[in-house]
């Protein structure tokens, strides 16, 4: 896949990959931080809750929701005005 609007690959980043997926997989960096990690349980991706020094945190390591060049629409519809007021607690 090429690099788009929707698709960018950094393949000479030092985190890359920042998941385990195959390969031949294309991972998509245009969200290499998630914009969808502010909504919490509501983000649709693959998480577990941890505790470190008595703060809750979620870690998203088994998430691919937002590298997958697919979803791209997927991360965008979900950033509706509703789910961002919900973010920043507006």
Partial sequence: MENSHKFFSNKSCIHFPCHDMPEDA????????????PLGTECGGVFKWVEF??????????????????????????L??????KMFGA
Wanted: proline share 7%; hydrophobic share 30%; glycine share 0%.
């Fill in 26 to 37: 294309n991972l998509n960096c245009l969200f290499c931080y998630c914009p969808l990690y």
């Fill in 80 to 85: 509706t005005d509703e789910n961002i007021s």
């Fill in 53 to 78: 020094e008595n703060i809750k945190m979620k870690l998203c390591m088994d998430c691919t929701i937002p590298h997958l060049p697919n979803n791209y629409d997927y991360v965008i519809n979900k």
